[in-house]
C-alpha cells in the first residue's frame, strides 16, 4: 500500500508554525512516506504563493531525503 502526505496544512493554518511542519516532514520520511502532495497555491494568501512547496524543499533537504522523493500536485 502507498501512502503519501498532503502538505496543504503545513501552510494553510492559522497556527502555522515552520519548525513543526519541517519535523512533520521529517517524521514522514522516517515513517517510510515518499510521496508528497503541494501546490504553488497552498498558502495563507496570494502573497504567499509558493510557500509550501519552498516549505517541503526545506523539511526535505534538511533530513536528507532530496533522492527517492515524489512530489505530487493536482490540476483541473
Known amino acids: 500500500m502507498r501512502v503519501g502526505l498532503g502538505c496543504m496544512r503545513l501552510s494553510t493554518g492559522d497556527d502555522l508554525d515552520e519548525g513543526a ?4 516532514i521529517a517524521a ?3 515513517a517510510g512516506i515518499t510521496v508528497f502532495d503541494t501546490a504553488r497555491a497552498y498558502g495563507r494568501d496570494g502573497s504567499d504563493l509558493g510557500h509550501n512547496e519552498a516549505l517541503l524543499a526545506c523539511g526535505l533537504h534538511r533530513c536528507g531525503a532530496t533522492a527517492g522523493v515524489r512530489i505530487v500536485t493536482k490540476g483541473g
Do not use: L, P
Open 21 to 24: 511542519a519541517v519535523a512533520a
Open 28 to 30: 514522514a520520511v522516517d
